[in-house]
C-alpha cells in the first residue's frame, strides 16, 4: 500500500538553528499537509499546500516557517531559527483531491522528531 | 472557538467487548469527519472517514454521525487488544476544505 515517508526520523538540532524536514507524499496525491504534535498534546495543524502555492495555514504557522515542493516527488518544511518550543513530533500527511468539494482522507507519515536543544 | 472535544479516557473495555468512542464539535457546517488511531509515539493512522448522517460499517468499526447533535461516533465490535491505543477524532470546521482540527483523543485499554 502506497505510504508517506519521512526523513530524518529523528533530528536534533541547537537553538538557532535551521533545521529541514522532508516528505515524500503518496504520488497520486496532489493536497500536501504538515502537521506537529507537543508530546502529550493534540495534533495541531500547520499548513496545507496544493498546486505549488500555501490554500491555508494556521497561526502557528508564522515567518519561521516555509514549505516549498522543490520536484516532482519532495515536500519539505523548514524552520528558520528554531525556538525550545519547537521541540515536536512533525507530522507530513497527503490526501487526494477534493470530491466535490470535500476533503478526502488524509495519510500520514510516520513523523519526524525534532528535538530542540 | 471551533473546537472538537473528546473524552480523554482512559476507556477500559474487555476483550470482545463493544468499544464506544464519543466525539463532539462546534461548527455545524462541518463536512469531514475522520477517526485515526494513534498508537504511543506512533503517527495517526487512518481508521474511518465519514460525511453523512447515520452510520458507515467497516469490518469491525462503524462510525455514527448525527449533524444536527454535532456528534460523531466509533464502535469497535469484538475488542482485541491489540485496538488499545488513541483514538482521534478529526473534523474539518470553520469552512476550510483542507485543515484537520483534531480532538485530544480516547485512550482505549482491551484488557485480555
Redesign the interface.
Known amino acids: 500500500e502506497p505510504e508517506v515517508t519521512q526523513t530524518p526520523s529523528h533530528q536534533v538540532t541547537q537553538m538557532g538553528q535551521e533545521v529541514i524536514l522532508r516528505c515524500v507524499p503518496i504520488s497520486n496525491h496532489l493536497y500536501f499537509y504538515w502537521y506537529r504534535q507537543i508530546l502529550g498534546q493534540k495534533v495541531e495543524f500547520l499548513v496545507s499546500f496544493y498546486n505549488n502555492e500555501i490554500s491555508e495555514k494556521s497561526e502557528i504557522f508564522d515567518d519561521q516557517f516555509s514549505v516549498e515542493r522543490p520536484d516532482g516527488s519532495n515536500f519539505t518544511l523548514k524552520i528558520r531559527s528554531t525556538k525550545l518550543e519547537d521541540s515536536a513530533m512533525y507530522f507530513c500527511a497527503s490526501s487526494e483531491a477534493l470530491l466535490a468539494g470535500i476533503l478526502q482522507p488524509q495519510h500520514f507519515g510516520d513523523g519526524t522528531r525534532l528535538s530542540i536543544l | 472557538q471551533k473546537e472538537v472535544e473528546q473524552n480523554s479516557g482512559p476507556l477500559s473495555v474487555p476483550e470482545g467487548a463493544i468499544a464506544s468512542l464519543n466525539c463532539t464539535y462546534s461548527d455545524r457546517g462541518s ?2 469527519f ?1 477517526w ?1 488511531r494513534q498508537y504511543s509515539g ?5 481508521i474511518m ?1 465519514i ?1 453523512s448522517n447515520g452510520d458507515k460499517e467497516d469490518g469491525r468499526f462503524t462510525a455514527q454521525l448525527n449533524k444536527a447533535s454535532q456528534y460523531v461516533s466509533l464502535l469497535i465490535r469484538d475488542s482485541q487488544p491489540s485496538d488499545s491505543a488513541t483514538y ?1 477524532c ?1 473534523v ?1 470546521l470553520g469552512g ?10 480516547t485512550l482505549l485499554t482491551v484488557n485480555p
Open positions: 463536512q469531514s475522520f485515526y506512533k503517527s495517526p493512522e487512518l472517514f460525511y482521534l478529526a474539518t476550510s476544505n483542507y485543515k484537520l482540527t483534531f480532538g485530544k483523543g
